[in-house]
């Protein structure tokens, strides 16, 4: 099976920095994806590690680590429209389903 | 289409009735899944269809819960005798294997009230 855990809420400023963590542990590993996911909207892609290191896309950049089972999600420069859930998923092989973590839920306050 | 299609985008129903839902995927995606979100929860796995493969239905909560999807294009998920803890948004999602892996694209959701 896979377990899949990232803090439920967090709370930023505007203008600042924040980490989002997820770890997981599976028996198979091909890849993890972040997703967005605002209100009452459909999560939309974000990004998606399969090889260790970093990978910047604007402002948002997506860590992995696949011998620590770790992967972080760093948004610089707040704005409140990042307010929204993020979801970590992490994908075993290519003929089992992809796996969501249950989401962490972020405010981005003045 | 351009993108997953999802019918009805809102059901209210009584308990005890069945309701069918519709996903109509992106063109060409082998890969289908149903989710479940309750009200601030997060994506609950209900089933997955990969091309020819028999699907993975080990996220149907109950026996009142099924799926079929024909070929590689419309998906219908129909729960049976409703009760008032089905009430969620019901999301699908369909992928092709790619450079990105299994990248999904969600449709809307449909929001099932069940009253």
């Known amino acids: 099976g896979q377990n899949i855990d990232q803090p439920t809420e967090m709370t930023a400023t505007e203008g600042a920095i924040v980490q989002i963590n997820c770890t997981y542990q599976t028996s198979g590993f091909n890849g993890l994806f972040w997703y967005q996911q605002h209100a009452g909207e459909a999560p939309t892609f974000l990004s998606y590690n399969v090889l260790d290191g970093l990978e910047e896309k604007g402002r948002f950049s997506s860590f992995l680590s696949r011998s620590k089972g770790y992967s972080y999600l760093l948004l610089k420069e707040l704005q409140m429209k990042d307010s929204a859930s993020y979801l970590c998923a992490v994908w075993n092989s290519g003929n089992t389903p992809l796996v969501f973590g249950k989401g962490t839920r972020l405010s981005v306050i003045a | 289409g351009a993108g997953v299609s999802q019918s009805p985008s809102n059901k209210v129903t009584e308990k005890g009735k069945d309701v069918e839902l519709r996903c109509d995927p992106i063109s060409g995606h082998t890969a289908l899944y149903w989710y479940r979100q309750r009200l601030g929860q997060g994506l609950e796995f209900l089933i997955y269809?990969?091309?020819?493969?028999?699907?993975?239905k080990s996220g149907l909560p109950s026996d009142r819960f099924s799926a079929e999807r024909t070929g590689e294009s419309v998906s219908t998920l129909t729960i049976q005798r409703t009760q008032q803890e089905d009430s969620a948004v019901y999301l699908c999602?369909?992928?092709?294997?790619?450079?990105?892996?299994?990248?999904?694209?969600f449709g809307s959701g449909t929001q099932l009230s069940v009253l």
């Open positions: 269809f990969q091309g020819n493969s028999a699907p993975d």
């Open positions: 999602a369909s992928s092709s294997l790619g450079e990105q892996g299994e990248k999904l694209f």
